[in-house]
């Protein structure tokens, strides 16, 4: 059960909660939330994902409770934090974002590249950002776990060793206590500031005149990234437009600005507008409907530290990016999904130093490779000259770099990988190659679960427990009571129940590139950590162990270590 409780002498409010600790044989014991500042998609993402493992929050939300319509904020969303999305909220987001039918990349006139998505290959999903929200709103208005406390601005952050202490300001200046206090605030982010990591990067690395209207194109339902368009352009123009479909007929299109601090008026914006429909239409500007404009400004930016002992930085106020397509928003859900888990753990069973500092090993890693490519890229594609020597083809090298960040691949656009994680193994007896690296999510393959179900594998992630996966063809054509006590089941399943932290026995007709018999061990958050060939217990338990920051002996040594990464 949770209690709330107001001490109203020293206008402090606590939010406990009691779970039974039978592992440590404690019994009844009250536990104080993760605190979570900031209430945009990444701050809401993590009260979800935290929730669904038995973990309260309370998020500190500075605004009323709710988020402006703007047609013109969105997000570009990957298939794998699309599936994140759709896990913890229950929607389809196909249902309020618009899936795209494919992809064209034209230079002038000439079409350089067509990519159609027919379902075997992931498909980008835009939403506007405040839909995004309030689905996860909604999906927390039900949540018994999580307390949501609106015009609560942090002001003041007290740690020790056991908890954080959280200070907001307003009419009734409130003290909030938690086990762990996560700051998704944002790129001025009160959370960092306060614990002084610095945020180094440049600014203002691109430039975007940006509109939503509803209109009809020539084209249904796919993004176009169209450079050096061949009519004259008004004002000043980088020569690069990007049109992305919404729901209802409704795109955003991005103009690229040229360096600098030019004011993009709205009668220059306007008549972009009329410049690039006609231009697209063949000559007559087709009727439209304006719904939002703005400027875009991308920033390249990266904290120090992710971790300061019980803080954790997570979305924009730890990194910034967004430049040649990339899309902060993605790497921030991906944040959240990496941690939810670890703190999860930390949580119910007590410190897990190493694994909790593996966050800002792994996330950093990732998001810092994706910088460097972008920086990298950047005045080969902006400065004109050069290109050979980074991609062969010249004007087809450069859209072939911009499509892998609009289209989610490659160095600038693919999830990344914890292939150098603290948490990796290290190498095994009995391990063998399939097509998923270490440390790289996992194909999302259909399997049977333990209640003899048909479930796609990122159904079962984001519970908190290990998957393992065991390939068997034909199973798929048989109940599972027939199979389930037969071959190397039953020795498997000892194995499973044996391992260091709850787990799920999957089984699966096929996996890309795994014989029959081959044994994955998955990451709650879809990662992959090992692949074995047959059923080997103690290399599986080993791999685990490391999984979850190594044997419980070095948890403790590390714990009295207070955690600093």
């Known amino acids: 059960m949770h209690t709330f409780c107001d001490r109203a002498p020293?206008?402090?409010?606590?939010?406990?909660y009691v779970s039974q600790d039978n592992t440590a044989g404690r019994g009844r014991r009250a536990v104080d939330p993760v605190i979570i500042v900031g209430a945009g998609p990444v701050g809401l993402t993590l009260a979800l994902a935290l929730a669904r493992q038995e973990v309260p929050c309370v998020v500190l939300d500075e605004g009323p409770g709710k988020d402006e319509p703007r047609a013109a904020r969105t997000v570009v969303l990957r298939e794998d934090t699309a599936a994140l999305i759709e896990r913890l909220t229950g929607v389809p987001l196909d249902e309020v974002g618009a899936q795209w039918a494919g992809w064209r990349s034209v230079r002038r006139k000439q079409v350089m590249r067509e990519v159609f998505f027919d379902g075997t290959e992931p498909i980008p999903l835009h939403i506007t950002q405040h839909v995004l929200t309030g689905l996860l709103r909604s999906a927390l208005a039900g949540e018994r776990l999580v307390k949501i406390a609106v015009d609560s601005r942090l002001d003041g952050?007290?740690?020790?060793p056991s908890g954080v202490t959280a200070h907001t300001r307003g009419p009734k200046g409130t003290w909030w206590r938690g086990s762990y206090l996560v700051g998704c605030d944002g790129p001025r982010s009160t959370v960092r500031k306060l614990q002084d990591i610095r945020f180094p990067g440049r600014t203002a690395v691109e430039r975007h005149a940006v509109a939503a209207l509803r209109t009809e194109l020539p084209w249904h339902n796919e993004a176009l990234l169209h450079r050096m368009p061949p009519w004259r352009m008004s004002g000043p123009s980088a020569g690069e437009i990007t049109a992305r479909p919404l729901p209802d007929g409704v795109w955003r299109l991005d103009w690229l600005l040229p360096p600098g601090k030019d004011l993009v008026t709205p009668e220059l914006l306007l008549t972009r507008i009329r410049e690039t429909l006609a231009g697209w239409s063949g000559g007559a500007t087709p009727p439209y409907e304006l719904l939002d404009t703005g400027v875009h400004t991308v920033h390249h930016r990266l904290a120090r530290r992710w971790r300061a002992e019980r803080v954790f930085l997570a979305g924009d106020a730890a990194h910034l990016l967004g430049a040649l397509g990339t899309h902060g928003l993605d790497e921030g859900l991906r944040d959240a999904d990496n941690l939810a888990w670890k703190l999860a753990l930390a949580w119910h069973h007590g410190p897990h130093e190493a694994l909790l500092d593996s966050y800002?090993?792994?996330?950093?890693?990732?998001?810092?490779?994706?910088?460097?490519?972008?920086?990298q890229a950047l005045p080969l594609l902006?400065?004109?000259?050069?290109?050979?020597?980074?991609?062969?083809?010249?004007?087809?090298?450069?859209?072939?770099?911009l499509t892998d960040g609009h289209l989610g691949q490659g160095q600038l656009g693919a999830p990344g990988a914890y292939a150098e994680s603290p948490l990796a193994p290290g190498p095994l007896e009995g391990e063998v190659p399939v097509d998923t690296p270490p440390g790289s999510p996992v194909a999302d393959v259909r399997v049977t679960a333990e209640?003899?179900?048909?479930?796609?594998?990122?159904?079962?992630?984001?519970?908190?427990a290990l998957l393992v996966v065991l390939i068997a063809p034909?199973?798929?054509?048989?109940?599972?009571?027939?199979?389930?006590?037969?071959?190397i089941m039953p020795r498997l399943a000892a194995a499973v129940t044996a391992l260091p932290h709850p787990a799920e026995l999957l089984v699966a007709e096929s996996y890309p590139g795994a014989a029959a018999h081959t044994v994955l061990l998955v990451r709650p958050d879809g990662h992959l950590v090992s692949a074995f060939g047959g059923v080997r217990p103690e290399e599986l338990y080993a791999a685990a162990e490391a999984t979850l920051g190594g044997p419980a002996k070095a948890q403790a040594g590390a714990g009295a270590a207070a955690g600093s990464p």
């Open 382 to 401: 902006r400065g004109g000259g050069g290109l050979r020597s980074y991609v062969p083809g010249s004007s087809r090298g450069h859209d072939t770099l």
């Open 157 to 160: 952050i007290e740690q020790e």
């Open 360 to 375: 800002q090993a792994e996330r950093r890693a990732v998001v810092a490779a994706r910088l460097r490519a972008a920086d």
């Open 451 to 464: 209640d003899g179900t048909f479930v796609r594998l990122s159904d079962r992630l984001g519970r908190g």
């Open 474 to 487: 034909g199973t798929g054509v048989w109940e599972r009571k027939h199979w389930a006590r037969a071959g």
């Open 10 to 16: 020293c206008s402090t409010f606590v939010f406990t």
